[in-house]
């Protein structure tokens, strides 16, 4: 059942990956109902964003994200035979493929984040390189096969567009610190940051793009401080949960501090609830491929 569950996790990642490259290919979306939303695509150079099925690129690789983390944990129960391995480490590649055609710079340091988790790992060495590789593998052919997308992304990030980029983050931060200087007992409430926003006119009224920050905003300082707290406990058990734990949690930190799907929008929650189980799931010993058949 296990296996199941891991495998239908990864493959729903894998369709979404392949439809994100097609439109990353075709430079727009299909607009076919029940595979995707009409509307163009996010241009980076000559390249385009693929989005899959959701609305922005951002939240796609928040869903590969975690289907990435099912995959590494159906590769760490999967018998030692290379056809065993082989679907995962495919999957793996085609997911890291998908997340390189979003150009979020939260996924890129998420991969990061990932591929070192995975080359540092001391036990499972060898099956551990070889899912860094085809992630490695599946981020360049998504990288490079599909124009200058990352390089126009890194230009813009270290140019103007960059500074405005951060000038952007900086005023939801500073968004947020409004919000809590004037509740901080109590703050504005559960889900009602972007309300309370509305109440004074903006240019726009976005979520803070910071889990920290929404959290001290809606439940005050003290709200802040717990899911500093828990942030920082989930990162101490990841790395003391050794690399496979590391290597599922790792990736979605990015978006919990430089975005908002995971934790504001409904579908953004169920994919964290599925990451955190998948976290729980990773701390378990590996189950031979026998016993869970």
Same mark, same amino acid.
């Given at each position: 059942?296990?296996?199941?569950?891991?495998?239908?996790?990864?493959?729903?990642?894998?369709?979404?990956?392949?439809l994100a490259m097609v439109q990353a290919?075709?430079?727009?979306?299909?607009?076919?109902?029940?595979?995707?939303?009409?509307?163009?695509?996010?241009?980076?150079?000559?390249?385009?964003?693929?989005?899959?099925?959701?609305?922005?690129?951002?939240?796609?690789?928040?869903?590969?994200?975690?289907?990435?983390?099912?995959?590494?944990?159906?590769?760490?129960?999967?018998?030692?035979?290379?056809?065993?391995? =082989?679907?995962? @480490? &495919? +999957? #793996?590649?085609? /997911?890291? !493929?998908?997340?390189?055609?979003?150009? *979020?710079? $939260?996924?890129?340091?998420?991969?990061?984040?990932?591929?070192?988790?995975l080359l540092l790992g001391?036990?499972?060495?060898?099956?551990?390189?070889?899912?860094?590789?085809?992630?490695?593998?599946?981020?360049?052919?998504?990288?490079?096969?599909?124009?200058?997308?990352?390089?126009?992304?890194?230009?813009?990030?270290?140019?103007?567009?960059?500074?405005?980029?951060?000038?952007?983050?900086?005023?939801?931060?500073?968004?947020?610190?409004?919000?809590?200087?004037?509740?901080?007992?109590?703050?504005?409430?559960?889900?009602?940051?972007?309300?309370?926003?509305?109440?004074?006119?903006?240019?726009?009224?976005?979520?803070?793009?910071?889990?920290?920050?929404?959290?001290?905003?809606?439940?005050?300082?003290?709200?802040?401080?717990? =899911?500093?707290? @828990? &942030? +920082? #406990?989930?990162? /101490?058990? !990841?790395?003391?949960?050794?690399?496979? *734990?590391? $290597?599922?949690?790792?990736?979605?930190?990015?978006?919990?501090?430089?975005?908002?799907?995971?934790?504001?929008?409904?579908?953004?929650?169920?994919?964290?609830?599925?990451?955190?189980?998948?976290?729980?799931?990773?701390?378990?010993?590996?189950?031979?491929?026998?016993?869970?058949?």
């Open positions: 059942a296990r296996r199941f569950m891991l495998g239908a996790i990864a493959a729903v990642g894998v369709a979404q990956a392949g290919a075709r430079g727009e979306a299909f607009g076919i109902e029940y595979l995707d939303f009409a509307g163009p695509l996010y241009p980076f150079g000559t390249s385009f964003a693929g989005r899959g099925g959701l609305t922005h690129p951002y939240h796609l690789a928040v869903v590969l994200v975690v289907a990435q983390g099912a995959a590494l944990l159906g590769l760490r129960q999967a018998s030692p035979r290379l056809l065993a391995r =082989a679907p995962w @480490l &495919l +999957a #793996l590649a085609a /997911l890291g !493929a998908g997340i390189a055609v979003t150009y *979020t710079r $939260a996924g890129a340091v998420g991969q990061v984040a990932l591929v070192i988790s001391r036990a499972d060495r060898k099956v551990l390189v070889a899912a860094a590789v085809a992630v490695v593998i599946g981020l360049g052919i998504g990288g490079i096969g599909f124009g200058d997308g990352w390089m126009a992304k890194g230009e813009a990030t270290a140019g103007k567009d960059g500074a405005t980029a951060d000038s952007n983050r900086s005023a939801r931060l500073r968004e947020a610190r409004e919000l809590v200087e004037a509740n901080a007992a109590l703050g504005v409430g559960p889900g009602r940051y972007v309300d309370a926003l509305a109440e004074t006119p903006r240019t726009e009224y976005l979520p803070a793009h910071n889990l920290i920050a929404q959290e001290a905003a809606e439940l005050g300082v003290v709200g802040g401080v717990v =899911a500093l707290a @828990l &942030l +920082a #406990l989930l990162g /101490l058990r !990841a790395l003391r949960g050794g690399a496979w *734990t590391a $290597a599922v949690v790792s990736p979605m930190i990015p978006f919990l501090l430089l975005d908002a799907y995971p934790y504001v929008f409904a579908t953004g929650l169920a994919t964290a609830a599925v990451w955190l189980g998948l976290a729980r799931v990773s701390l378990e010993p590996a189950q031979p491929a026998e016993a869970i058949r």
